[in-house]
C-alpha cells in the first residue's frame, strides 16, 4: 500500500515563529488532505488539495503531484496551533478510496 | 450545517465484552467510513461504506468487529469480545462522494481493561 512519511516528527516553536510540515508519499495518489488534531482528539480538516497552493488566513499549502510531496505552511503561530497535523493520502484506484495517514507532526506552540 | 455526530464520547470496558458505538453522518452523504486511532498513531481505515454498501472491509478484524449502515444513513460498529489492544479512539467520517474531503465526528474513545 501506499506510505506516507511526515516530517519533523515533532517541533517546538515561540509564538509568532514560522513553520513547515512536510508530507512525501510513496505512489501516486488522486487527492490529499491536511489535519489539525487538537488537544480533544478533533480531526479538523484543514486543506483539501490534490495538487496546487491554497490559502486560508495564516495557513498554506502546496501539493507537488508529480513528485509526490505536500508542504503546509503555518505562518505567525499562535498558541492554538498546538496539536498534531496529519497528511492523509487518497487513491480511488479500485473502488476503495479510504484515506492512509502518516503519522504526524505534533506541534507546540510556546508562549 | 450539522457536523457528523458520534456516541459515546467514551467508554470503558472489560476485556472479553462487548461495545457498540454509533455514528450518523452529515446529511446527504453518501460515503461513510470508520477509522481507528490508537495512541500515537494516525487513523487507520477499518471499513468504507457508499449508502448501505461495503465497498472496503479488508482492514476490519472480522473474527471480532462488524459494522452495518442500515437505510444508507447511520452506522454502528461492534466490537464482540474486546480485547486490551483494542483500546483506541473510534473515528467516523463521511464525505458526500468519493473524490471530496472528509469530515470527521470527535470520536469515540474506548478503553479495555
Known amino acids: 500500500g501506499i506510505q506516507v512519511e511526515q516530517s519533523p516528527p515533532d517541533l517546538i516553536l515561540q509564538e509568532g515563529a514560522n513553520s513547515t510540515l512536510r508530507c512525501n508519499f510513496s505512489d501516486s495518489v488522486n487527492n490529499l488532505q491536511w489535519f489539525h488534531q487538537n488537544p480533544w482528539g478533533q480531526l479538523i480538516n484543514l486543506f483539501y488539495i490534490p495538487s496546487g497552493t491554497k490559502q486560508n488566513g495564516r495557513l498554506s499549502a502546496t501539493t507537488v503531484a508529480t513528485e509526490r510531496y505536500s508542504l503546509l505552511y503555518i505562518s505567525s503561530s499562535q498558541t492554538t496551533d498546538s496539536g498534531v497535523y496529519f497528511c492523509?493520502?487518497?487513491?480511488?484506484?479500485?473502488?476503495?478510496?479510504?484515506?492512509?495517514f502518516g503519522k504526524g507532526t505534533h506541534l507546540i506552540i510556546q508562549p | 450545517e450539522a457536523g457528523v455526530a458520534q456516541s459515546p464520547r467514551y467508554k470503558i470496558i472489560e476485556k472479553r465484552q462487548s461495545v457498540a458505538f454509533w455514528c450518523n453522518p452529515i446529511s446527504g452523504h453518501a460515503t461513510l467510513y470508520w477509522y481507528q486511532q490508537i495512541l500515537g498513531q494516525g487513523p487507520k481505515l477499518l471499513i468504507q461504506f457508499q449508502n448501505n454498501g461495503v465497498v472496503d472491509d479488508s482492514q476490519l478484524p472480522k473474527d471480532r468487529f462488524s459494522a452495518e449502515r442500515l437505510k444508507g444513513v447511520d452506522s454502528t460498529l461492534k466490537i464482540q469480545p474486546a480485547k486490551l489492544e483494542d483500546s483506541a479512539v473510534y473515528l467516523c467520517a463521511s464525505s458526500p462522494n468519493r473524490d471530496t474531503g472528509y469530515t470527521f465526528g470527535s470520536g469515540t474513545r474506548l478503553t479495555v481493561v
Open positions: 492523509a493520502v487518497q487513491n480511488l484506484g479500485g473502488g476503495a478510496d479510504g484515506l492512509t
